[in-house]
Nanobody, 122 residues
Framework: QVQLVESGGGLVQPGGSLRLSCTASGSIFVIHSMGWYRQAPGKQRELVAGIVSGGSTNYVDSVKGRFTISRDNAKNTVYLQMNSLKPEDTAVYYC????????????????WGQGTQVTVSS
């Protein structure tokens, strides 16, 4: 089993910044990818940003130029730096990791964090 623990959410004014962190622990041989999703009330969960083990990243169009995803492989940790926050960024943010737990690669699956609330409001 793998556990993902998130931190860094909170209340911020429009135009402000927050940094989310997510650390994975447990039965980890390699983490192939990590990412951040969000879900606003009444909306479907959407991918915000993702990063693979080689460092390539992708972002949803609405956050490009404002959010930056990064990863510390040695710490099994992914970060999401969120700048110029807007009220429409308000949501519960979830960390995701696609983890291989054994050498052969037969044990691979997605894991999710518990979610952290981000509220952008004046």
């Amino acid at each position: 089993q793998v556990q993902l623990v998130e931190s860094g959410g909170g209340l911020v004014q429009p135009g402000g910044s927050l940094r989310l962190s997510c650390t994975a622990s447990g039965s980890i041989f390699v983490i192939h990818s990590m990412g951040w999703y969000r879900q606003a009330p009444g909306k479907q969960r959407e991918l915000v940003a993702g990063i693979v083990s080689g460092g390539s990243t992708n972002y949803v169009d609405s956050v490009k130029g404002r959010f930056t995803i990064s990863r510390d492989n040695a710490k099994n940790t992914v970060y999401l730096q969120m700048n110029s926050l807007k009220p429409e960024d308000t949501a519960v943010y979830y960390c995701n990791a696609y983890v291989q737990s054994d050498y052969s690669g037969r044990i691979r699956r997605d894991y999710w964090g518990q979610g952290t609330q981000v509220t952008v409001s004046s």
